[in-house]
């Protein structure tokens, strides 16, 4: 993960937050059992996990460390409630509140039960995110249409390099032409294939 001795960008998250919350509506209930990008995931875990870690890095900016923040999300899949619908929206703009404080960013903090520096999580944050929104939208049949300065902060911090591990949740990037539109490139560096349907 790209988060050492480089310049990163520091975008907000609410421009990524709002775009999640926007494709809400546009899910249609026989939708919840089709495919994501995510091979593990069906739009129904898709939603459940970005219910969770909602939960869990609006948590991890206020400190407030507990069973939100300790939880791998690899421990199990994670189940939708019925009130998906109404439960996101909210938990989405109390994660960009909490990190629009500027002790969010200091100090240590933890998610996924890694403890980690605040600045890093903020990162992880908006790029679960851009990446998650993304593929929610191609899930479900729908635009999607990133900020650049969210897509620059993922793309940054999803780009190899030599001296800082490669972290198992993200698959080897997919290559993709060096002019490539950018959120391609960022989708790419997550291990994904941009132009990615479901049923392909």
Known sequence: MNTENQAMPMA????????VAALLDGIEEKQLTGPTPCPDYAVRELLAHLVGLSRAFRDAARKDLGPTTDSSPAAALPVLG???RKALPPLLDELVTAWRDPAARQGMTRAGGVDLPGEVAAMVA??????????????????????????????????????????DV???????????????????????????????
């Open 170 to 200: 993200f698959g080897q990037p997919v290559p993709v032409p060096a002019d490539a539109p950018l959120v391609d490139r960022a989708i790419a560096m997550s291990g994904r294939h941009p132009d990615w349907q479901p049923g392909r």
């Open 126 to 167: 908006l790029n679960e995110l851009v990446v998650h929104g993304w593929d929610l939208a191609r899930s479900t049949g729908q635009a999607y249409e990133a900020d650049e300065a969210s897509l620059q902060v993922s793309l940054a911090m999803l780009t190899p390099r030599d001296d800082v591990p490669r972290p």
């Open 12 to 19: 907000d998250l609410g421009p990524a937050a709002r775009q």
């Open 82 to 84: 019925d009130d998906w």
